[in-house]
C-alpha cells in the first residue's frame, strides 16, 4: 500500500527505517489520526473561530505524541477502538501548550508560520489555546474515567511546569534541579502520558504502560535539553522558530544555566546580560549567543542529555522486544543526535 507524506513522517521515516512493514502500517495510522485531529481542532460552527483553533494544527510540526501513542498501542492491540482518538487527545493538549508557551514568550513563529499570538494577538491566542484544551476533555470523556484521568493529570502537570518556570527556584533551591522539575510538568508528562494513553486504548499490560510511561518521562526531559540547546545554536530556518527566543524572553534553560555558572570571563559576561533582563535587544542577543557558544556549557548540557536517554534506554528492558520497542530505541538516537546533526551542518 503506498503511503503518501504527512505531518510526522519524517520522524516515523528516521526511528522506523530499517522495518518497511512496520513503517508503512504506522504510517497509514498516523493519516487516521491526521485527519481526525484537522477536523477536530478546526470543528466549530464559526469559521472565525475554526481557523484560529486549527492555524497550527494546519501547519504541521514533528507530531512526536500521536506517534508515541501509537507506539505505546503496539504492546497491546493497536487497532483497537480508542486509539487514534488518544493520539488526537495528546496532540490537541500540545498545540494549547504552543499557543499559551507562544504569549508567555512573545513568540513570533512556531512551526515556520506566524504564531498564534502574532497573527490573533495575544487574547484571542489563549482563548484558542483553552478552547483546544476542552476539546481533548470532550474526547477524552468519550473514552472513559481512565483517559479523563490521564487527560487531567497531563493539563494539571502542565499548568504547574509552567507555574514553576515563571516562580523561579525556591530560597535555595539549586536552579538545574528546579529545571528538572519544570521540565517534569512542562514536557515530560505529556510525551510520559501518550504512551501510558497508546498502552491504555491498546489493552496492553499494566506493568508494561508503567515502563513505557517511565521512558517517555526520560526521554521528555532529554528531548527539552537537545530543545534548548537548538534553541542556542540553530538558525530558524532550521527549528521553524526564533534562534534564541527563550534567551529573549528571559527563560533560564539548563544550557543557559550551566553557562552562567562558569567561572571564565565569558561566562561572568553572559551574566550579566542576563541579570540585565530579557534580551529583547537584537544585538545584545546576539552576543549572549555568541558567548554560550564559546561556554563550556554545550558539551556539559549534552552530558545531561545522555544521561537521560539511558535512563529511558533502561526503561524499556522489561518490555517484549518487537517493532515498537525498537522503533522507541531508535528515538533516543533521533534525540540524541539532533544537536550534532546541526553543529554538523554549520550552525
Not at 505531518?7 to 485527519?35: H, Y
Not at 510525551?191 to 510511561?213: F, H, I, K, N, Y
Amino acid at each position: 500500500m503506498l503511503v503518501t507524506a504527512s505531518p510526522g513522517s519524517e520522524l516515523l521515516d528516521r526511528i522506523a527505517a530499517r522495518d518497511p512493514l512496520f513503517r508503512d502500517r504506522t504510517a497509514q495510522r498516523m493519516q487516521a489520526v491526521e485527519k481526525r485531529l484537522v477536523d477536530v481542532a478546526a470543528d466549530s460552527p464559526d469559521p472565525r473561530v475554526g481557523e484560529l483553533t486549527g492555524h497550527l494544527a494546519v501547519s504541521g510540526g514533528k507530531r512526536m505524541r500521536p506517534l508515541l501513542v501509537l507506539l505505546g498501542a503496539e504492546f497491546g492491540e493497536e487497532w483497537r477502538d480508542g486509539v487514534v482518538d488518544a493520539a488526537v487527545i495528546a496532540e490537541l493538549v500540545h498545540i494549547s501548550s504552543l499557543y499559551h508557551d507562544d504569549v508567555m514568550d512573545g513568540a513570533a513563529l512556531r512551526h515556520g508560520v506566524p504564531s498564534a499570538n502574532a497573527r490573533w494577538g495575544e487574547r484571542l491566542a489563549v482563548a484558542g489555546g483553552d478552547w483546544l484544551l476542552a476539546r481533548a476533555a470532550r474526547l477524552a470523556a468519550a473514552l472513559g474515567p481512565d483517559m479523563v484521568r490521564f487527560n487531567a493529570d497531563v493539563a494539571g502537570d502542565l499548568v504547574e511546569g509552567q507555574l514553576l518556570e515563571m516562580t523561579g527556584p525556591a530560597e535555595g533551591e539549586d536552579p538545574v534541579q528546579h529545571f528538572f522539575r519544570v521540565t517534569s510538568g512542562k514536557t515530560a508528562a505529556l510525551l510520559a502520558m501518550a504512551l501510558g494513553a497508546g498502552a491504555l486504548q491498546a489493552g496492553a499490560p499494566t506493568g508494561q504502560g508503567r515502563s513505557l510511561m517511565e521512558y517517555g518521562h526520560q526521554l521528555g526531559i532529554a528531548f527539552q535539553i537537545s530543545d534548548d540547546l537548538l534553541d542556542l545554536v540553530a538558525p530558524a530556518e532550521e527549528t521553524g522558530k526564533e534562534q534564541g527566543k527563550d534567551l529573549a524572553a528571559g527563560v533560564l534553560s539548563l544550557p543557559v544555566l550551566l553557562a552562567v555558572s562558569g567561572t571564565a570571563p565569558a561566562d561572568a559576561e553572559l551574566r550579566d546580560l542576563l541579570e540585565a533582563g530579557p534580551l529583547d535587544d537584537l544585538v545584545r542577543r546576539r552576543r549572549a549567543l555568541e558567548l554560550f557558544r564559546s561556554s563550556g556549557a554545550p558539551p556539559a548540557a549534552e552530558r545531561h542529555l545522555r544521561e537521560r536517554l539511558a535512563l529511558a534506554r533502561s526503561a524499556l528492558h522489561d518490555l517484549p522486544v518487537c517493532a515498537g520497542r525498537r522503533a522507541l530505541d531508535a528515538l533516543c538516537d533521533y534525540v540524541g543526535t539532533r544537536v550534532s546533526r546541526s553543529n554538523a551542518a554549520g550552525c
